[in-house]
Structures are given as C-alpha cells and as structure tokens.
C-alpha cells in the first residue's frame, strides 16, 4: 500500500499546485467568477447541491456502466467473430476501424432520433464511443497468440474449445484490457454528450442548465464530477487488469 | 547394418512413399522411405531450410503429406490420428511456453487436454520436476527463467503429453554452447533412463553423434533418401565420448555424407 502511494505521490503533489495556482491566480487577478470560477467556491458549490449532485451523478455512472458492459461483451463477441472468420477480417475489420473518421459528435443527434430521450439513446451514444477500442484491441490481441503454440497443442489433441479458451483468450487479455481501459475512459464522455442532446437528469443535464444560468462555479463542480467519475472507471479496470493478469508482475 | 540388437523390435514410425511441396515451390520430399524403432534415438541431420521441420509437422499430423503414408506405432495410426490419440510428444524448437502459466501448469499442459483431472496432472508433474533440475520453480513463470531450464519445461511438457513417440525439433538449437552442452547431457542422462522412442532434428554433427543409436542424413534437396550412419559408441555416454578417437572417425564419415568431401584431404575440415 504504501509503494502505491509514492507511485502516485508525483501526479497527486502535481494536481495539488495546479489546484493551488488556479486559486492563487483567480484571486490575484481577480478573474470574474463567470468566467473562471475560484476553485474554493467550485467546492462549495459541489457541496451545497450535494444531493442534486449525487442523483446526476448515479444517472450519468449508471448509463456509462450499463453502455460500457453492451460495448464489451458486443465488442468481444464480434472480435472473436473477426479473429475466426477471415471473411469478417477482410470485411467488417476495416469497416469498424474506417467508421472512426465519422465524427461520433454529429452521429449522436440521430441516436436521439432513434431511440428517444430515455435512457437508451445515452446507452447508444456511450457504445458509439467504447465500442472500436473494444473491437480493435481484442481482435488484435487474439491475433497476436503465437501460432506455434496453437500447433503444439493441436499436436496433444486440442480441440476447437482447447484452443479458444486456453490459448486465445489467455493471448487477448492483454489487448482486452488496453481496449476496455480506453473505454472505460470514453464512456463517461459519451454519456454526458448523450445527456446533452436531451434528457431530465445526468451530470451532462446538470452542467447544461448551470451554463445556461451562467453559474461557472456548478458548471466546473460538475466537469470535476464527471473528470473524477472517468478517472476512478480507469482505475476500477486497471486494478482488474493487474489482478488478472498477474503473471506480468514478477 | 549393425542394428542387430534393435531387429527384433517393433517400429514406432514407418514412413513410405512421403511426398511434399509447398505450392509453387520445388519439391522438399520425394519417395522419402525411412522406419523408426521403439526405444530407439535417431537423429536427423540436415542444413537449415532443406524442410526439417516441415517433415516434423507432417509426423505430427500439422501438415498432410501430398502422397504417401506415415504410420505411427503398433496400431498403425496415421499422422492426423496419432495426434488426436495423443500417441505424439512434439517437442518445437522454440521453447512455445504460455506467459500467463506457471512452470507447474505448462508442463501439465499436455495431461490437461488429455483429460487428466488437474490435480492429478499437476501431482505427476511435481513427481518429475527434481529428476530434470526443476525442483523450486514450479510456482514461476517463464520469464523468470533462464533459456535452457525453459527448453527443459517445454521437454517435460512433451514428456507427459505424447506416448509413444517425441519428436524433437532442434530443441537446443538457441542455446549459448554452454548451456547447449549440459542440455545435451541431460537428455542422454533423461533418455537413459526412460528409453523413449526420440527422433530428433538437428544441424549439430557433434550433438547427433552424441545422442544418437542412429543418424540419418540428408544431403540433398528434394530428399528422397536418407543417408545412414549407425554410431556403435557405448552408453551411457558423457560429453567425454567427443574426444574419442572414434567419435572422430564417425564424424569424418558424417560430414564426408553430408558433401564436405575435399579430394585428398577428407579429414582436413574436421
């Protein structure tokens, strides 16, 4: 425990200045509060629309979850459908990797279009943002198992199954986990578009009408929710990763 | 020839007629005939790239051959049946270790897929690891391991996984000559005391004569025959056995069937 928390000691005395100067600077240069809140009375906001805070929050966390967990196991079935059919690698693979240069931002709306201010549009617009790098990093990862050792074990009587779960998987979890840690990342941004573009509750709804009311200080608290909420998603798969893939430790 | 003491036995591989080309590629076997017999160490030596190791795949049933049969113990099993009757201990030449497996669970690997329970398998496993230099490092992981002890996981691997015949492809082969060396021993101290049927693929003149009951050569490309040199050194045999006037005298022989024939001064390159 210890260890990890000088591993993280630089980036936290980092945060720690930056938090420092925003306070020192917009004080001393007495910045309008419209423009760049000070950052003690970002705080303040947050606590005192606490409770509004927390009900947002769940929304926004819910929908990213339930988004991110469509992603993966969408995103790994349709990877290993790309790793076992080379028809799916000479079609869909590309598609998947060429449909990036769409502009995801643009896309959103008509997911609003299609599935309405409810829920399931925010869930379309958070898969529309995770789903490649699930895709891409496992279906790169199941390609990256070493052949041989697929032979190897053919040679001692593996079948299909053999093969699947005790050499390809094993070979994917390190691209699964690179892909779902981007992911993990993204999701909470495209919930929040997603709530942008039309909803009751949600951070991005939160931030929306405090910008609308010009109350710079509940828009940042919101932003720094939303930061903390992407960071500790980040976190949640990184430990998962660790624990899983224990062998690269030692 | 002078395998009298080996005629009696049963073959453990009876290969006939072997023909084989990648497309669009001259022809790497020709009307190849050659018999292994049970309990024996035959070594197969060769140049790189004269198609070693395609013929290791065709014996262990990776690859099917264009025409011919390969029969594989008493039960005349072919190739592709062997392998699913597990009756095949290959062996690759690189050591094709799983990263995310304990030294225990590698080399259960083989029993594993057979069906063995894994307790069971990993029992067996424990059971062998101090007969091989391995004692301790069954909770590692190959990376924690130096080149040669993982060439000894991956044998032990094929040891438990295969029957009735190891094949062996050039297993020491990206070893620094040290660690080749007490590799080589090791085998020979192993393969003395379990007398498996080895067919082993190398490069190597002095680790083919070394090991082997019996060295086959191929000197040309296609292969339709193969080259045989009995070696009668006694066993058990050490490293000692290079030094022997004998060894020397084969070696000649060996590198002359291989084409290193230089007029008058046969013996000059050795």
């Known amino acids: ?250 | 020839m002078t395998q009298a003491a080996a005629g009696g036995r049963p073959l453990a591989l009876s290969v006939r007629g072997l023909r084989f080309a990648f497309p669009g590629q001259p022809p790497l076997f020709d009307e190849l005939d050659f018999d292994i017999k049970q309990g024996e160490f035959v070594s197969i030596l060769a140049a790189s790239g004269i198609g070693k190791t395609t013929l290791f795949r065709m014996l262990a049933g990776l690859l099917a051959p264009q025409a011919g049969t390969i029969v594989i113990g008493a039960l005349e099993a072919s190739a592709a049946e062997a392998a699913k009757q597990r009756k095949i201990g290959y062996m690759p030449q690189k050591d094709c270790l799983m990263p995310w497996r304990t030294v225990l669970d590698n080399a259960a690997l083989g029993l594993e897929l057979g069906g063995t329970p894994k307790r069971e398998a990993r029992r067996q496993v424990m059971e062998l690891l101090p007969g091989l230099g391995l004692e301790g490092t069954e909770r590692k992981y190959p990376h924690e391991l130096s080149g040669g002890m993982r060439q000894r996981v991956s044998f032990l691997r094929s040891l438990l996984g295969g029957g009735e015949l190891f094949l062996l492809d050039e297993p020491f082969s990206a070893l620094d000559a040290m660690t080749r060396v007490g590799m080589q021993e090791w085998l020979l101290e192993v393969w003395e005391r379990h007398r498996k049927t080895i067919l082993f693929i190398t490069h190597d003149v002095d680790e083919a004569l070394l090991l082997s009951d019996r060295v086959l050569v191929a000197a040309a490309s296609p292969i339709a025959a193969l080259g045989e040199l009995p070696v009668t050194l006694p066993r058990p045999r050490s490293y000692e056995a290079a030094l022997d006037p004998a060894f020397v005298d084969l070696k000649r022989q060996l590198l002359e069937r291989l084409g290193r024939r230089s007029g008058g001064k046969a013996g000059g390159s050795v």
Do not use: C
């Open chain 1, 1 to 250: 425990m210890r260890r990890k928390l000088t591993a993280y000691a630089p980036v936290l005395a980092f945060v720690l200045l930056l938090a420092a100067l925003w306070e020192a600077g917009t004080r001393m240069f007495h910045i309008p509060h419209y423009i760049i809140p000070r950052l003690s009375d970002v705080f303040v906001s947050m606590w005192e629309n606490r409770q509004l805070l927390s009900k947002h929050g769940a929304t926004t966390l819910w929908e990213a979850l339930l988004g991110l967990g469509i992603s993966t196991a969408a995103g790994t079935l349709t990877a290993v459908w790309i790793d076992r059919s080379s028809l799916a690698k000479k079609t869909i693979y590309p598609l998947i990797v060429g449909s990036q240069t769409i502009p995801i931002i643009v896309l959103s709306p008509i997911m609003v279009m299609w599935f309405g201010y409810e829920i399931w549009s925010k869930i379309a617009v958070v898969i529309l943002f995770t789903f490649f790098s699930v895709v891409v990093n496992t279906a790169d990862g199941l390609r990256s198992a070493d052949p041989d050792i697929g032979a190897l074990m053919k040679t001692m009587g593996a079948g299909k199954r053999d093969l699947l779960l005790k050499w390809k998987i094993p070979s994917a979890l390190p691209g699964f986990f690179t892909g779902l840690k981007m992911a993990a990342a993204f999701s909470v941004g495209g919930a929040t578009l997603g709530e942008w573009l039309g909803g009751e509750s949600g951070l991005g709804v939160y931030t929306k009408r405090a910008s609308n009311m010009l109350r710079a200080d509940a828009v940042f608290s919101g932003v720094l929710l939303l930061s903390v909420m992407g960071i500790m998603l980040f976190l949640v798969v990184l430990w998962l990763e660790k624990a899983i893939l224990a062998y690269r430790r030692t």
